[in-house]
């Protein structure tokens, strides 16, 4: 099956700096990823739809400028949280799908993220 | 009204017993439905989805949807300890983009 492969698993950064999180299908081409973040006990938000070669669509309330994502190839996209601030602690996810209808959309393993 | 809404939990069932969960919609251009089960720390993984009116069965899970209704419902059939975890309804919208519910948290007790 399809597989979403997301990096790193933890980081752990100071509050103003900024950090890259990495999302690569593994076994197929994934022309759209989606990011997501979720807090404690909450369910998961949609962040943005990443597009391959195109911008990113922010869903509203997402700051562009703060989370910026770039889908340079079919197999990988990165968000990179700029100047973080402990409100942005959270775990954040990646997700794609293999072919359109008949399949589902896979996750990655997910990114802890801690700004102290 | 939330878009995605699921049964309030925590649910707590006894091994071998059927857990059932449900979900509400409200938007009629929802497509597909997706559950997921995501344990404590963990990404969602997935259960199974469907997008036809009906049942779907999958080994012990059975997913039922019915537009009219606006109704999605995962139904585990002989729960073991090892399903305990919070399940995600999801429905897909257009621009695949998809809408989870806020989960419901499901123990089995052996």
């Known amino acids: 099956g399809a597989v979403v492969s997301q990096h790193p698993s933890w980081v752990i950064c100071k509050s103003g700096t900024s950090v890259k999180i990495e999302c690569r299908s593994l076994?197929?081409?994934?022309?759209?990823m989606f990011w997501y973040r979720q807090f404690p006990k909450q369910s998961l938000m949609l962040m943005a739809t990443?597009?391959?070669?195109?911008?990113?669509?922010?869903e509203q309330g997402v700051e562009k400028d703060k989370f910026l994502i770039n889908h340079a190839s079919l197999t990988l996209s990165t968000l990179t949280v700029t100047s973080a601030h402990p409100e942005d602690s959270s775990f954040y996810i990646c997700?794609?799908?293999?072919?359109?209808?008949?399949?589902?959309?896979?996750f990655g393993s997910g990114t802890r993220l801690t700004v102290v | 009204q939330k878009e995605v809404e699921q049964n309030s939990g925590p649910l707590s069932v006894p091994e071998g017993a059927i857990a059932s969960l449900n979900c509400t919609y409200s938007?009629?251009?929802?497509?597909?439905f997706f559950w997921y089960r995501q344990y404590s720390g963990k990404s969602p993984e997935l259960i199974m989805f469907?997008?036809?009116?009906g049942d779907k069965e999958d080994g012990r899970f059975t997913a039922q949807l019915n537009k009219a209704s606006q109704y999605v419902s995962l139904l585990i059939r002989d729960s073991q300890p090892s399903d305990s975890a919070t399940y995600l309804c999801?429905?897909?919208?257009?621009?695949?983009?998809?809408?989870f519910g806020e989960g419901t948290q499901l123990t089995v007790n052996p």
């Open positions: 999801a429905g897909e919208t257009s621009g695949s983009r998809l809408t």
């Open positions: 990443s597009n391959e070669g195109s911008k990113a669509t922010y």
């Open positions: 076994d197929f081409q994934a022309t759209t």
């Open positions: 469907i997008y036809s009116n």
């Open positions: 997700s794609a799908r293999e072919g359109q209808v008949n399949y589902g959309y896979t």
């Open positions: 938007d009629r251009g929802s497509q597909s």
